[in-house]
């Protein structure tokens, strides 16, 4: 079955204790990207990644950190949370010919708590 | 700045009641805008791409439209499975691959 598969799709943490979004995707897709959903702002794209060793920054990258070493994987990465990182997490892949038709495919999301 | 501004924020239909939800954009080259759907604690799921003013995409009860400054999701006869959020989202032909989403428009299609 084509997936999006995030790990953990639920984690309370504490400031500063590091932690990593795993995702992957098993479609071959060149096209990855991380988003953030909070409510009244909507879906926000943190970071993003053409393909393998090639990553660029989103509208909300600060906190942030992401790496392609594998075409499948995308692991989104917090150094030292924060409160103001609690948000519903998501994580998108395309075919890049059909990134271009915006036709993203998403995981179930993963809900991060930090106090 | 890109921005994207959906409405209403949510709207509440009886069972066959024909309504539309609005997207209005502003981007700076539109390369497309995109519609949506999300169901309560899952992602996204892709609806439909427009490129163009003037074109339209229908599928099932769903058709979409684009204007110059604006895009509507028609819903025909809707059936309480069609009730979600439905999303929105333009990208820029600005040589990025970056893209605006609205904050969606909740329905609910009563029985």
């Known amino acids: 079955e084509a997936q999006v598969t995030q790990n953990p799709r639920y984690l309370i943490t504490v400031t500063g204790k590091k932690l990593t979004v795993t995702c992957s995707q098993n479609m071959n897709h060149e096209y990855m990207s991380w988003y953030r959903q909070d409510p009244g702002l909507g879906l926000r794209q943190i970071y993003y990644s053409m393909n393998v060793e090639v990553t660029d920054k989103g509208d909300v990258p600060e906190g942030y950190k992401v790496s392609r070493k594998e075409k499948r994987n995308f692991p989104l990465i917090l150094e030292s949370p924060s409160p103001n990182q609690t948000s519903l997490y998501f994580c998108a892949s395309s075919f890049f010919r059909r990134e271009l038709d915006g036709e993203l495919f998403f995981g179930e999301g993963s809900r991060l708590t930090v106090l | ?111």
């Open chain 2, 1 to 111: 700045e890109d921005q994207v501004t959906q409405s209403p924020e949510a709207l509440r239909l009886q069972e066959g009641e024909s309504s539309s939800l609005n997207c209005s954009y502003t981007v700076s080259g539109l390369r497309g805008l995109f519609w949506y759907r999300q169901d309560p604690g899952k992602g996204p799921e892709f609806l439909f791409t427009l490129y163009s003013a003037g074109e339209e995409k229908e599928k099932e009860r769903l058709k979409a439209t684009l204007t110059k400054k604006e895009s509507f999701l028609h819903i025909t006869a809707p059936k309480p499975e069609d009730s979600a959020t439905y999303l929105c989202a333009v990208a820029s032909s600005k040589g990025t691959y970056k893209y605006i989403f609205g904050t969606g428009t909740r329905l609910k299609v009563l029985a």
